[in-house]
């Protein structure tokens, strides 16, 4: 069990400008979720996929935010046209099954900067 | 809709005294709780959580948590902080139908003083 990885850590990239994040779950963990953590807040939620299927998406995801999970195993997170407001912490996480009381377990998160 | 209140964004104790971290959630549905602590540029780790059964639930690091139904409340406890202790801490709250998307407190950061 190696956890929870994302790539990249941190991502400093200027106002109009594309990136991807990516995330690795847990092997077995069949659900990954995405959250948006700013400074002195708690993460908040933005969207969650069950195998490859992306399930729900916050109202907070615009437009300009899509998420993949080809084969239910990685995900990706990108953000078009980033704006200065995207800036923040970027988190994922997984948990084994369909049950809402298994644990998730996060990644270290990618650091957003838009400059 | 569900919220979490954690009362106090910063709390600050001595080494060996008491550490209290309290957390009250709203949900309309028996809720989910969990506790996380996240140490700085890392993600969350869970600390503890309450599904059903025991109220009383023990944690990783000798920290502790109590749900109590009729204060909708799950503060987070342990007796004596060490110095690593040092972080901050998250309380949320999920429930079985939402699909375990858990709705986070804004954190409470926890200084250590010597």
């Known amino acids: 069990d190696t956890g929870v990885s994302q790539d990249p850590r941190h991502k400093i990239t200027k106002r109009g400008q594309n990136v991807t994040f990516r995330c690795d779950p847990i092997?077995?963990?069949?659900?990954l979720y995405w959250y948006r953590q700013t400074l002195g807040q708690g993460p908040e939620f933005l969207t969650y996929?069950?195998?490859?299927?992306?399930?729900?998406k916050s109202r907070l995801l615009s437009d300009r935010f899509s998420a993949e999970r080809p084969k239910g195993s990685f995900s990706t997170l990108e953000i078009q046209r980033t704006e200065q407001g995207d800036s923040a912490m970027y988190l994922c996480?997984?948990?084994?099954?369909?049950?809402?009381?298994?644990?998730?377990?996060f990644g270290p998160g990618t650091r957003l900067t838009v400059t | 809709a569900q919220s979490v209140t954690q009362l106090g964004s910063h709390v600050s104790v001595s080494e060996g005294a008491l550490v209290l971290l309290r957390c009250n959630y709203s949900?309309?549905?028996?809720?989910?709780l969990f506790w996380y602590v996240q140490y700085p540029n890392q993600g969350l780790q869970l600390l503890l959580k309450?599904?059903?059964?025991?109220?009383l639930v023990k944690g990783i690091n000798g920290f502790e948590a109590e749900f109590k139904k009729s204060e909708t409340s799950f503060h987070l406890t342990k007796p004596s902080a060490h110095m690593s202790d040092a972080a901050e801490y998250f309380c949320?709250?999920?429930?079985?139908?939402?699909?375990?998307?858990?709705?986070f407190g804004d954190g409470t950061t926890l200084t250590v003083k010597p």
């Open positions: 309450y599904t059903t059964g025991a109220t």
């Open positions: 996480a997984s948990s084994l099954g369909g049950d809402s009381s298994y644990e998730q377990y």
């Open positions: 949320a709250v999920s429930y079985n139908t939402n699909a375990g998307k858990s709705t």
């Open positions: 949900s309309s549905v028996p809720p989910y």
């Open positions: 092997s077995e963990h069949n659900r």
């Open positions: 996929f069950q195998n490859e299927a992306q399930l729900e």
